[in-house]
Nanobody
Framework: QVQLVESGGGLVQPGGSLRLSCAVS????????MGWYRQAPGKQRELVAD???????NYADSVKGRFTISRDNAKNTVYLQMNSLKPEDTAVYYC?????????WGKGTLVIVSP
């Protein structure tokens, strides 16, 4: 069973930056597609960004140009660099791993963007 552990969340002012990390257990990280999702209070979980096995990235329109997803296969870790943060980015951010149509999730890390 794959385990995912997110870290890096916290309180930041508008315009600030945070980097989220997701450490993945096991030896199959390099063959999994990885993603970051978020869920704001009262809203559905939504895709923020994902990155394929080959490194192809995809972003939600709301974060394009501000967020960058990356992966380090040697460290079994996926990152989300978040710049120019806005109050509407406030949410719990979840790491996702997908392999053969099966999803694994972390428990989430809270990001609050507030003055």
């Amino acid at each position: 069973q794959v385990q995912l552990v997110e870290s890096g969340g916290g309180l930041v002012q508008p315009g600030g930056s945070l980097r989220l990390s997701c450490a993945v257990s096991g030896s199959i990280f390099s063959i999994m597609n990885m993603g970051w999702y978020r869920q704001a209070p009262g809203k559905q979980r939504e895709l923020v960004a994902d990155i394929s096995i080959s490194g192809i990235t995809n972003y939600a329109d709301s974060v394009k140009g501000r967020f960058t997803i990356s992966r380090d296969n040697a460290k079994n870790t996926v990152y989300l660099q978040m710049n120019s943060l806005k109050p509407e980015d406030t949410a719990v951010y979840y790491c996702n791993a997908r392999l053969s149509g099966m999803d694994s999730w972390g428990k989430g890390t809270l990001v609050i963007v507030s003055p």
